[in-house]
Structure formats: structure tokens, C-alpha cells
């Protein structure tokens, strides 16, 4: 965090910078009042050059000291600033950075916006650096809580945000996606609570974001009804299960693979307590979760097509096979442009190829994997759907959010059902069982 101290606003504590030199290491305006573009009462200067120097000095340290391999900058915007307190994407900070022997390898990630309306930069860092998503946050939320209006924006956000990242050559390693960090909701929360619950921080409940995008399926916070416990789960494993097999890095949140909770209380930064603390005490309730994070990063790792480096072209890559990416109807067709505009759409289908990838080896030769049928949905009630005929021999149960992995291979134009709210991976075999 280099975008504001703790010395607060104009009447805030003298701790450090305000005693060498207020009017350098702040940014203020015309009549000497602070400029906060943080929320935090401060915004510290970097256009100015001993500013600049006392942070680069700071992540140097940190990479050749601590060797540490990269950075998330807090409100980078904020950072993003010439001296005249616009945003401006070569503004000192960025330019130095860029030019660094030190810096310029390591993994840049800023959380690209501000408190203001001009800091919002999602998808306008210049490269390398790599932004946390938060198009893909509300996107995969709004999916899941029936809230998406059809099914548009969710492939956009699982196929690596090309809509943002393309157009200026960047890859789909860029988009850092996420449906929860360390402001607002846990994962746990996110499908238990439908509003925020922060009395105990000591505000009247009026901290923290209203825009939660959440649903508690059915009942508020803690519950002994088993038909909402059961749904609670399965949400979360269905966000979780999302944000794994999308496209671009995903970046989970320390103990939502657990099933850590803060009781409703969505900006939990002022406790040092039980209400912020990661336990490590396993819980029976939510142990699948950590089970399917294991299962998931693990098939990433193994496989390329579940990792993509480049983006999709929505066509062959060579004669020999199909589509790199098909998008696919409950009835295993592919998908119409009606199909795309229709608002009510819960469900969507995606059959990754992986005889089209456009990753090379070391030798330049194209990678090859296996392919996989991916089902997502979101509807209420259970949603039967075809595994289609043209691209492989048997289909394999992988991971299911709704039951056990079936152990028997499923035939091609096979119908599945599939419960409200589930995601469905199947492993497409091209050779015949046997």
C-alpha cells in the first residue's frame, strides 16, 4: 500500500511524513486542502521526485532483499497520477517502474481504481502489468444469484475478458479474477447473508459497500434448515469451481477454501479478533470445498487447455478438428445469436478442444490435451442437458457441485440431469471405453 499513510486527513496525527515535508509527500490542491482519491484522508504524492524514489527504494528492497516475485498495488490508481493529480498511464510512477532493472520482471498487479469515478481503469493498465477484475467478481456473482440476465457477460468473464485485454496485445493472464478478496464478503458469506451485518464495528452498520451482489439461499446468516445448508454449500462450490476453470489467473481468498466466515460483517479491518482470524479447525459442513480447490488446481496445472495462454478464436485452429471453444445449449447444440440474446438463459455449456490449442512447446510444436464438456446452471429448478456426439467417444464424470462423480462413462447424446445451481465437468475420451 503506497497510495496514503496513516497520518489521516489535513487534522490527522503527525507521524512521520507530515513532519518532514506535508506539502511533498501529500498531494493538495490550489488552497494547500489535502486531495483524497483513497478514502483515507491522504494521497500520498509519488510525481514528486524524493516521493518516487522513497517507494522505489521500498520495492527494490523487496525484490532483491526479500526476494519476493511481485506486487499488488492497493488503489493503483492513486498511483497512476502526474503532478497535476490526473490520471495519466505514464505518469512518474508507472514510467519508473517500467524503466527499473529490478522491478520491471516481476509480476505487477494493481487493483485498478480509486475512490473516484476517473480512477476506474479495469482493462487500461499498460502492459505488463496484470489488474484484479472486478468485472468478473459481479459477473460470476450476478450468474450464480440468478441476477445475469442471460448468459453474455458470464462467457465473456470465463474466457479471459478479451473485451478488455485484447485490443492493446495483452494476454489473458492480465485479468486476475475473483469473486471474493480480502474487502467485502467471504466466500462463506457470500451465499449466507443477503445484507452486510458490521454493527460491531462500531458505525452504526453504515460501513462497507451495500453492493454485495450476494444471496443467502433462502435464509439470513446461520440456519438449521438442511434444504439451505445443503444449497449454501453447493453455491459455494459452484463460485469456487467458476472462478477455477475460467480463463485468466484466479486468485483466491485465504480461507474461503475452508469455509471461513465473519458472521456478515463485510470490512472486518478494524478486528483483531476471532471475527478476522483465518482457523484452521476443520469444518465437516464445508470440507468439500477444500477438497474441490485441490482437485481443480491441480487438473490446471495438468492441463493446458484448463489454463489457456491465449486467448479463444472461436474457430479451428487447423483442418484436422473443431472449434477451440464451442459454447453450447442445454440440448448440446451450439449456440444461436437468439440463443445469446435470450435474458432468461440459466445455463451454458462450454466444450474446451484440446487438440486446438495455440500454446507451443519448447520445440514450437503445439501443445495437445484432452478435451472437456463444462456445464454451469444457475436455474431453480434441475436442468437436464446432452453431451454432444461429434467429439469424443465416452464422456467422464470429473467433478460434480450436485452429487458424487458418476464412476460409469456416459455414452455421447447421453441426457444428464443436472440439479438447480450445479456445476458439471466431464473429461470428453476419444478413445472408445475399453
Same mark, same amino acid.
Request: hydrophobic share 35%; aromatic share 10%; charged share 25%.
Given at each position: 500500500?503506497?497510495?496514503?499513510?496513516?497520518?489521516?486527513?489535513?487534522? +490527522?496525527?503527525? *507521524?512521520?511524513? /507530515?513532519?518532514?515535508?506535508? $506539502?511533498?509527500?501529500?498531494? @493538495?490542491?490550489?488552497?494547500? /486542502?489535502?486531495?483524497?482519491?483513497?478514502?483515507? !484522508?491522504?494521497?500520498?504524492?509519488?510525481?514528486?521526485?524524493?516521493?518516487?524514489?522513497?517507494?522505489?527504494?521500498?520495492?527494490?528492497?523487496?525484490?532483491?532483499?526479500?526476494?519476493?516475485?511481485?506486487?499488488?498495488?492497493?488503489?493503483?490508481?492513486?498511483?497512476?497520477?502526474?503532478?497535476?493529480?490526473? *490520471?495519466?498511464? @505514464?505518469?512518474?510512477?508507472?514510467?519508473? *517502474?517500467?524503466?527499473?532493472?529490478?522491478?520491471?520482471?516481476?509480476? #505487477?498487479?494493481?487493483?485498478?481504481?480509486?475512490?473516484? %469515478?476517473?480512477?476506474?481503469?479495469?482493462?487500461?493498465?499498460?502492459?505488463?502489468?496484470?489488474?484484479?477484475?472486478?468485472?468478473?467478481?459481479?459477473?460470476?456473482?450476478?450468474?450464480?444469484? $440468478?441476477?445475469?440476465? !442471460?448468459?453474455?457477460?458470464?462467457?465473456?468473464?470465463?474466457?479471459?475478458?478479451?473485451?478488455?485485454?485484447?485490443?492493446?496485445? =495483452? &494476454?489473458?493472464?492480465?485479468?486476475?479474477?475473483?469473486?471474493?478478496?480480502?474487502?467485502?464478503?467471504?466466500?462463506?458469506?457470500?451465499?449466507?447473508?443477503?445484507?452486510?451485518?458490521?454493527?460491531?464495528?462500531?458505525?452504526?452498520?453504515?460501513?462497507?459497500?451495500?453492493?454485495? =451482489?450476494?444471496?443467502?439461499?433462502?435464509?439470513?446468516?446461520?440456519?438449521?434448515?438442511?434444504?439451505? =445448508?445443503?444449497?449454501?454449500?453447493?453455491?459455494?462450490?459452484?463460485?469456487?469451481?467458476?472462478? #477455477?476453470?475460467?480463463? +485468466?489467473?484466479?486468485?483466491?481468498?485465504?480461507?474461503?477454501?475452508?469455509?471461513?466466515?465473519?458472521?456478515?460483517?463485510?470490512?472486518?479491518?478494524?478486528?483483531?479478533?476471532?471475527?478476522?482470524?483465518?482457523?484452521?479447525?476443520?469444518?465437516?459442513?464445508?470440507?468439500?470445498?477444500?477438497?474441490?480447490? /485441490?482437485?481443480? &488446481?491441480?487438473?490446471?496445472?495438468?492441463?493446458?487447455? &484448463?489454463?489457456?495462454?491465449?486467448?479463444?478464436?472461436?474457430?479451428?485452429?487447423?483442418?484436422? !478438428?473443431?472449434?477451440?471453444?464451442?459454447?453450447?445449449?442445454?440440448?448440446?447444440?451450439?449456440?444461436?445469436?437468439?440463443?445469446?440474446?435470450?435474458? %432468461?438463459?440459466?445455463?451454458? +455449456?462450454?466444450?474446451?478442444?484440446?487438440?486446438?490449442? @495455440?500454446?507451443?512447446?519448447?520445440? +514450437?510444436? =503445439?501443445?495437445?490435451?484432452? %478435451?472437456?464438456?463444462?456445464?454451469?446452471?444457475?436455474?431453480?429448478?434441475?436442468?437436464?442437458?446432452?453431451?454432444?456426439?461429434?467429439?469424443?467417444?465416452?464422456?467422464?464424470?470429473?467433478?460434480?457441485?450436485?452429487?458424487?462423480?458418476?464412476?460409469?462413462?456416459?455414452?455421447? !447424446?447421453?441426457?444428464?440431469?443436472?440439479?438447480?445451481?450445479?456445476?458439471?465437468?466431464?473429461?470428453?475420451?476419444?478413445?472408445?471405453?475399453?
Amino acid at each position: 500500500v503506497y497510495n496514503h499513510t496513516a497520518e489521516g486527513g489535513q487534522n +490527522g496525527p503527525s *507521524i512521520c511524513f /507530515r513532519g518532514y515535508a506535508e $506539502g511533498a509527500y501529500y498531494r @493538495r490542491d490550489a488552497a494547500g /486542502r489535502y486531495i483524497d482519491v483513497t478514502g483515507c !484522508g491522504n494521497s500520498v504524492n509519488v510525481s514528486e521526485p524524493q516521493v518516487l524514489q522513497l517507494v522505489m527504494d521500498s520495492l527494490r528492497y523487496w525484490v532483491s532483499e526479500m526476494h519476493v516475485d511481485g506486487f499488488r498495488f492497493d488503489l493503483a490508481s492513486a498511483l497512476a497520477r502526474g503532478s497535476r493529480g490526473l *490520471i495519466n498511464l @505514464r505518469a512518474p510512477f508507472l514510467t519508473a *517502474i517500467h524503466q527499473d532493472p529490478v522491478l520491471r520482471d516481476v509480476k #505487477l498487479i494493481a487493483e485498478p481504481w480509486d475512490v473516484t %469515478s476517473e480512477g476506474y481503469l479495469v482493462g487500461r493498465f499498460p502492459s505488463p502489468w496484470c489488474e484484479l477484475n472486478d468485472k468478473y467478481r459481479d459477473a460470476i456473482r450476478d450468474f450464480w444469484r $440468478g441476477h445475469s440476465g !442471460g448468459v453474455r457477460d458470464l462467457a465473456s468473464r470465463l474466457s479471459g475478458s478479451s473485451d478488455l485485454y485484447a485490443d492493446d496485445g =495483452r &494476454l489473458p493472464f492480465s485479468s486476475v479474477n475473483f469473486v471474493t478478496a480480502h474487502d467485502g464478503f467471504t466466500l462463506r458469506d457470500l451465499v449466507s447473508y443477503d445484507t452486510k451485518h458490521n454493527e460491531a464495528n462500531g458505525e452504526q452498520n453504515r460501513d462497507g459497500t451495500n453492493d454485495n =451482489r450476494s444471496w443467502n439461499c433462502g435464509a439470513e446468516g446461520d440456519t438449521d434448515d438442511d434444504a439451505v =445448508r445443503s444449497r449454501r454449500q453447493r453455491q459455494a462450490a459452484n463460485l469456487l469451481a467458476t472462478l #477455477l476453470l475460467s480463463t +485468466g489467473v484466479p486468485m483466491i481468498t485465504a480461507g474461503d477454501e475452508r469455509g471461513r466466515t465473519q458472521s456478515g460483517n463485510n470490512n472486518a479491518f478494524c478486528h483483531d479478533d476471532e471475527t478476522s482470524w483465518l482457523s484452521w479447525q476443520d469444518d465437516p459442513d464445508w470440507a468439500h470445498l477444500h477438497d474441490l480447490t /485441490r482437485t481443480l &488446481l491441480a487438473m490446471r496445472a495438468t492441463h493446458p487447455v &484448463l489454463r489457456q495462454r491465449y486467448f479463444f478464436a472461436g474457430k479451428p485452429l487447423d483442418s484436422t !478438428g473443431g472449434k477451440d471453444i464451442t459454447w453450447l445449449t442445454p440440448s448440446g447444440e451450439e449456440m444461436t445469436e437468439d440463443d445469446w440474446l435470450d435474458h %432468461s438463459a440459466s445455463t451454458l +455449456g462450454i466444450f474446451l478442444a484440446g487438440d486446438q490449442l @495455440r500454446a507451443v512447446d519448447r520445440r +514450437g510444436v =503445439r501443445r495437445r490435451d484432452t %478435451s472437456y464438456l463444462l456445464w454451469l446452471h444457475a436455474g431453480s429448478e434441475p436442468v437436464k442437458v446432452t453431451l454432444p456426439e461429434a467429439w469424443a467417444a465416452h464422456y467422464v464424470e470429473v467433478v460434480r457441485t450436485d452429487a458424487a462423480p458418476a464412476t460409469e462413462p456416459w455414452k455421447p !447424446g447421453s441426457s444428464v440431469v443436472l440439479l438447480d445451481h450445479t456445476v458439471a465437468l466431464f473429461e470428453a475420451v476419444a478413445t472408445p471405453v475399453g
